[in-house]
C-alpha cells in the first residue's frame, strides 16, 4: 500500500476509532459477568478485521500496534502492553492467514482470531507471572472468545454491508 | 490497490464449524492439561507475589482460618482455610482477584495481574466418600 497522505489519515482515524472503542467497552466491562482477568468484547477487533481486508496486513498491523502502544499509555499500565502486543499480534498473524483460506467467511476468520487474542495473552501471563497456572484460564477464555468472536464477525458483517458501496481507499 | 483488498465472505458458511470445532478442542486440551493431571499429596495452597513463593499451606492442617497479605503497590488479603482459599480483600482497581471468589479444587487458580499475584491449589482434591443430606 502507498503511502499516501490519504491513507495516513485513513490509519489515523481507524486507530482513533479503535482507541475509542477500546475506552467504551471499559466503561462496561464483561468481567462483571465474568470475573476473570482479560476478558473482554474486544470491539476495538472489529477494526482490526476491517483494516485487514480493506487496507491490507501492513496497515491494519501499523493501527494496531499504534493501538496497543497509545492504548497503555492511556491506561498508564506498562504490563499490559505486552498483554495487549501478544494478544493482537497473535491475532493479527491468525487473521492474515486465514483470510486467504477459500470457504472461511468473516465469522471464521474472527472467532480464530478471537481465540488466538486469548492464546496470546494467556502467554504473555505466563511470561509475567511465570508457570502454567493461569493455563487453567485458557478454556474459560477460549470459550468465551467463540461468543465475543461471533459478536464482532456479525458487526463486522454489517460494516462490509454498509461500506460496500463506498470505495475511499481509490 | 485491488490486488491488496479483498471482499470477505460475509455469511457464515460451512468450514466455519471447523474453526469454532478447533476452539473447542484447544479449549480442552488446555482443561485436560490443567485439570486432568491425577494430583498427589492433600491440597496444598501456594501464593506467589511477583514470582516469590511467599505463602505454602497445607490446607487440611489448618484449623482455623489463615490470612495472608500482601503488600506492593496494592494490598491484598488472601484467605485460606481448611477447604479452600480466596482473595477477601484488594484495593487493585480491577477486582478481577476478588470476584473470582473462593477455589476449592486442585488446578484452580486466582490471579492479580496488577499486583502480580497468584493463588494456585496443588495435589489431590479431597472427595467426599459419603454426603450426608
Known amino acids: ?170 | 490497490m485491488t490486488s491488496k483488498r479483498s471482499q470477505p465472505e460475509l455469511k457464515p458458511k460451512p468450514l466455519d464449524a471447523l474453526v469454532v470445532l478447533a476452539v473447542v478442542l484447544l479449549a480442552v486440551g488446555a482443561a485436560w492439561l490443567s485439570y486432568g493431571g491425577k494430583g498427589e499429596g492433600a491440597l496444598t495452597a501456594t501464593v506467589k507475589h511477583r514470582g516469590q513463593v511467599v505463602a505454602q499451606v497445607e490446607l487440611s492442617s489448618l484449623t482455623e482460618e489463615k490470612a495472608v497479605s500482601i503488600d506492593g503497590a496494592y494490598h491484598l488479603t488472601i484467605t485460606l482455610d481448611k477447604t479452600g482459599a480466596a482473595v477477601t480483600d484488594s484495593d487493585c482497581p480491577g477486582q478481577d482477584c476478588v470476584h473470582t471468589g473462593r477455589i476449592t479444587r486442585a488446578g484452580q487458580s486466582i490471579v492479580c495481574l496488577p499486583e502480580q499475584v497468584i493463588v494456585t491449589l496443588e495435589g489431590k482434591t479431597p472427595s467426599a466418600d459419603v454426603i450426608l443430606g
Open chain 1, 1 to 170: 500500500m502507498k503511502l499516501t497522505t490519504k491513507n495516513l489519515a485513513l490509519c489515523a482515524v481507524l486507530t482513533a476509532l479503535a482507541l475509542g472503542l477500546s475506552t467504551l467497552e471499559n466503561l462496561f466491562p464483561v468481567s462483571l459477568v465474568v470475573p476473570l482477568p482479560g476478558i473482554k468484547l474486544g470491539l476495538a477487533n472489529i477494526v482490526t478485521v476491517f483494516a485487514l481486508y480493506q487496507l491490507g496486513a501492513a496497515s491494519a498491523l501499523g493501527i494496531l500496534v499504534a493501538r496497543c502502544l497509545l492504548g497503555s499509555l492511556f491506561a498508564g499500565n506498562a504490563s499490559a502492553l505486552l498483554f495487549s502486543l501478544m494478544g493482537g499480534v497473535g491475532a493479527m498473524l491468525v487473521m492474515i492467514l486465514l483470510r486467504r483460506v477459500r470457504g472461511l467467511s468473516i465469522y471464521g476468520v474472527s472467532i480464530a482470531g478471537a481465540a488466538a487474542h486469548n492464546i496470546g495473552q494467556i502467554g504473555a501471563a505466563m511470561i509475567v507471572l511465570g508457570g502454567t497456572a493461569v493455563l487453567g484460564y485458557l478454556p474459560v477464555l477460549l470459550g468465551v472468545s467463540l461468543v465475543t468472536g461471533t459478536l464482532t464477525g456479525f458487526v463486522a458483517s454489517l460494516l462490509f454491508r454498509a461500506m460496500r458501496n463506498i470505495h475511499f481507499t481509490q
